[in-house]
């Protein structure tokens, strides 16, 4: 079972609002995955990390969104100025390696009113 | 453009069947492939992976790949109520970057 841990499980916000959620990765896993799941159930890639040091984002992340993976705290994704598209459910995973099998958290469910 | 296209994007199969499930990659640089499946509610779980030509069962699953032509595909045999879920297909490219398709859901109907 995996045993990456998501705070909070549910978020609700207004729309310019800051939205912050957390990860915390499984022992031993150096690398850091955040998706996007949103209500059709597509799946998208926002960022991932290497220790603390940021692999590949996406374009979207790079505007509004900001994530760390600072040591010895957990990690966390924020957006800035939440936007009613931006409800989704945050998944983070985390992995030995980055070709290595990912194992998800149970998610933040983000809704913007 | 998705860089990982699964097909079909829903399937119905009846319990005692067989599910087959395909998903593609347009980059030439991928090399690695998984299969992950999400139980509504859940989050996405591996179920296999694969790297080399030819196939890999595990149980019930299947999966194959064909490198050349970026194809692989899951196939569930004698299929349960329980495999109802979305699966998911992944693939790595060299430079280590991850790309997710959209999904196939699966209900396998009693």
């Known amino acids: 079972n995996s045993k990456v841990i998501q705070t909070p499980r549910y978020l609700v916000k207004g729309q310019g609002q800051k939205a912050k959620m957390r990860c915390i990765p499984e022992?031993?896993?150096?690398?850091v995955f955040w998706y996007q799941q949103n209500k059709n159930n597509e799946f998208k890639f926002l960022i991932n990390?290497?220790?603390?040091?940021?692999?590949?984002q996406i374009d979207m992340t790079e505007k509004r969104f900001s994530a760390e993976c600072p040591s010895n705290s957990p990690c966390s994704l924020e957006i800035q100025s939440s936007e009613a598209g931006d409800s989704a459910l945050y998944l983070c995973?985390?992995?030995?390696?980055?070709?290595?099998?990912?194992?998800f958290g149970p998610g933040t469910r983000l809704t913007v009113l | 453009q998705q860089k990982v296209q699964q097909s079909p994007e829903s399937l119905i199969v009846p319990e005692g069947g067989m599910a087959s499930l395909n998903c593609t990659s347009s980059?030439?640089?991928?090399?690695y492939f998984w299969w992950y499946r999400q139980h509504s509610g859940k989050s996405p779980k591996m179920l296999m992976?694969?790297?080399?030509?030819g196939e890999k069962e595990e149980g019930r699953f299947t999966v194959h790949l064909n490198k050349a032509s970026l194809h692989t595909s899951l196939h569930i045999r004698d299929s349960q109520p329980s495999d109802s879920a979305l699966y998911l297909c992944?693939?790595?490219?060299?430079?280590?970057?991850?790309?997710f398709g959209d999904g196939t859901q699966l209900v396998v109907k009693p």
């Open positions: 022992k031993g896993h150096p690398v």
């Open positions: 992944a693939a790595s490219d060299s430079n280590n970057r991850i790309f």
């Open positions: 990390f290497q220790n603390q040091e940021v692999l590949q």
């Open positions: 992976s694969i790297f080399s030509n």
């Open positions: 980059d030439r640089n991928v090399d």
């Open positions: 995973a985390s992995s030995q390696a980055d070709y290595a099998e990912q194992f």
